[in-house]
């Protein structure tokens, strides 16, 4: 069954300073991983996927994420926090081709102080 | 563009009556939707996979009786929670993946919060 493993329930940082969310997920033949961010009162939001081109993916807002095969690891990382990333984000894997079942994390709550 | 709609986006109903939540593809057409449950500080948990024409296929421990399905058309499914009890309380997530361009995209809906007293 796949599966994804967000390490952190909460993660708080300081506006300005580097964002790094943590996502592992189990190992599958060829995954497609998804970054979404959900605010509060606001529908899911996708940030970025993976689909097994370039392993660096780059999203909105300034995110992107690393997908390495080796350490079975999609990590969300950002360079500067902003006080608009505060929100819950989740990590999502799916492994079939067509109308694709998506599998969540249990998400992380990104806290920005000033 | 791949705007998903919800109504109501929140509902309180009484305890043994029926409620229906919508969900609606705005400017695309969705052979596939899908219904999210979100516990409170949780994860989403996939209900079922609604296809237009056909009957939705529901995952294990979600009971088809309770929570009825019907995609009637590409752009709208909706969802009937029967006979509501408390715990049925939660919020619930539609998703639709376009009929056209990437299987794997799905776009989601902003949510209904049903609360059941």
């Known amino acids: 069954a796949q599966s994804v493993t967000q390490l952190d329930s909460h993660v708080s940082v300081s506006e300005g300073t580097p964002v790094l969310l943590r996502c592992n997920y189990s190992s599958s033949y060829s995954p497609s991983l998804f970054w979404y961010v959900q605010h509060p009162n606001k529908g899911l939001q996708l940030l970025l996927k993976y689909t097994s081109a370039a392993t660096l993916v780059k999203g909105i807002n300034g995110f992107e994420a690393e997908f390495k095969k080796s350490e079975t690891s999609f990590h969300l990382t950002k360079p500067s926090a902003h006080m608009s990333d505060a929100a819950e984000y989740f990590c999502?894997?799916?492994?079939?081709?067509?109308?694709?079942?998506?599998?969540f994390g249990t998400g992380t709550r990104l806290q920005v102080t000033l | 563009g791949a705007v998903v709609s919800q109504h109501p986006s929140r509902v309180i109903c009484k305890s043994g009556t029926s409620v229906k939540i919508e969900c609606r593809s705005l400017?695309?057409?969705?052979?596939?939707m899908f219904w999210y449950r979100q516990f409170p500080k949780q994860s989403l948990m996939l209900m079922a996979t609604s296809n237009e024409g056909s009957k939705a296929t529901y995952e294990q421990g979600v009971e088809k009786d309770k929570f009825l399905i019907n995609h009637a058309s590409l752009t709208l499914s909706t969802l009937t929670v029967t006979s509501a009890h408390p715990e049925d309380s939660s919020f619930y997530i539609c998703s639709a993946s376009p009929s056209t361009g990437s299987s794997y995209e799905q776009y989601f809906g902003p949510g209904t919060r049903l609360t059941v007293t």
């Open positions: 999502v894997v799916s492994y079939t081709g067509t109308a694709s079942k998506l599998t």
């Open positions: 400017d695309f057409q969705a052979t596939t």
